[in-house]
């Protein structure tokens, strides 16, 4: 009788610990699982948000610097020729063009390509009004060519600069977008954290209350007068 109580006592304890274990495991997998989806948004912050910011900030800086440059030979007293002018317009172009293909491999959501897209084409507009300013004033006419770079290549210019802000402006709401779903994943971890210490305590417990009935089940025995 002894020995058969012994023995479903040892089985109670061996299979408390082994539900304590699987729920471990099971808590461990999990949390392991959120931390590849943590790990994976912060490297689409930085791979899809923060490197397309800086992205359209030297966008910003290269068309801008082809607006100043013209400006500057059309408008002013400039020494610059139309050779060196045009020289530096298609370098802009060529790093505009390099910045445009990078920024297009990266992760954009449906409402960014769709800004991206008329950025684009504004670009091409942009630079069909600066060969027509070109071809102008090699012909000699530098007041026309003033004229529509003060128009029409300012209204266009005007339109690019607002779309890049629109981009920037979606570029930071889907980047805010997930923060708050990281946000989320990081409390969900201290959900399993503190399940996790839940249940050990509470195999514990279980275990202490199993020794102790254990024990007093011993008592009583060594106290039961034996039968002669």
Not at 61 to 71: P, Q, T
Not at 112 to 119: G, H, K, P, R, V
């Given at each position: 009788?002894?020995?058969?109580?012994?023995?479903?006592?040892?089985?109670?304890?061996?299979?408390?610990?082994?539900?304590?274990?699987?729920?471990?495991?099971?808590?461990?997998?999990?949390?392991?699982?959120?931390?590849?989806?943590?790990?994976?948004?912060?490297?689409?912050?930085y791979?899809?948000?923060?490197?397309?910011?800086?992205?359209?900030?030297d966008?910003?800086?290269?068309?801008?610097?082809?607006?100043?440059?013209?400006?500057?030979?059309?408008l002013?007293?400039?020494?610059?020729?139309?050779?060196?002018?045009?020289?530096?317009?298609?370098?802009?172009?060529?790093q505009?063009?390099?910045?445009?293909?990078?920024?297009?491999r990266?992760?954009?959501?449906?409402?960014?390509?769709?800004?991206?897209?008329?950025?684009?084409?504004?670009?091409?507009?942009?630079?069909?009004?600066?060969?027509?300013i070109?071809?102008?004033?090699?012909?000699?006419?530098?007041?026309?060519?003033?004229?529509?770079?003060s128009?029409?290549?300012?209204?266009?210019?005007?339109?690019?600069?607002?779309?890049?802000?629109?981009?920037?402006?979606?570029?930071?709401?889907?980047?805010?977008?997930?923060?708050?779903?990281?946000?989320?994943?990081?409390?969900?971890?201290y959900?399993?954290t503190?399940?996790?210490?839940?249940?050990?305590?509470?195999?514990?417990?279980?275990?202490?209350?199993?020794?102790?009935?254990?024990?007093?089940?011993q008592?009583?025995?060594?106290?039961?007068?034996?039968?002669?």
């Open positions: 009788m002894k020995w058969s109580m012994d023995i479903r006592q040892k089985r109670n304890i061996t299979l408390l610990l082994s539900g304590m274990m699987i729920l471990i495991l099971l808590g461990t997998f999990t949390f392991r699982t959120s931390m590849e989806t943590v790990r994976g948004s912060f490297g689409s912050i791979k899809d948000r923060l490197v397309p910011a800086v992205l359209i900030v966008l910003s800086e290269n068309f801008f610097s082809k607006r100043l440059l013209l400006e500057t030979y059309l002013t007293d400039s020494k610059l020729t139309l050779e060196e002018v045009q020289t530096r317009l298609d370098r802009y172009d060529r505009i063009e390099s910045l445009s293909e990078e920024f297009a990266t992760k954009l959501t449906a409402p960014e390509i769709e800004q991206w897209q008329a950025f684009r084409a504004n670009i091409e507009e942009y630079a069909r009004l600066e060969a027509e070109m071809r102008v004033d090699k012909a000699g006419n530098r007041a026309a060519a003033g004229a529509l770079f128009k029409e290549g300012s209204a266009a210019f005007g339109r690019g600069i607002n779309l890049l802000h629109d981009l920037a402006r979606l570029q930071s709401d889907v980047g805010e977008e997930l923060l708050e779903g990281t946000r989320k994943e990081s409390a969900f971890f959900v399993i503190a399940s996790q210490i839940v249940l050990v305590l509470a195999a514990w417990l279980l275990m202490l209350n199993q020794i102790h009935r254990s024990g007093n089940q008592s009583e025995r060594k106290s039961m007068p034996m039968s002669r």
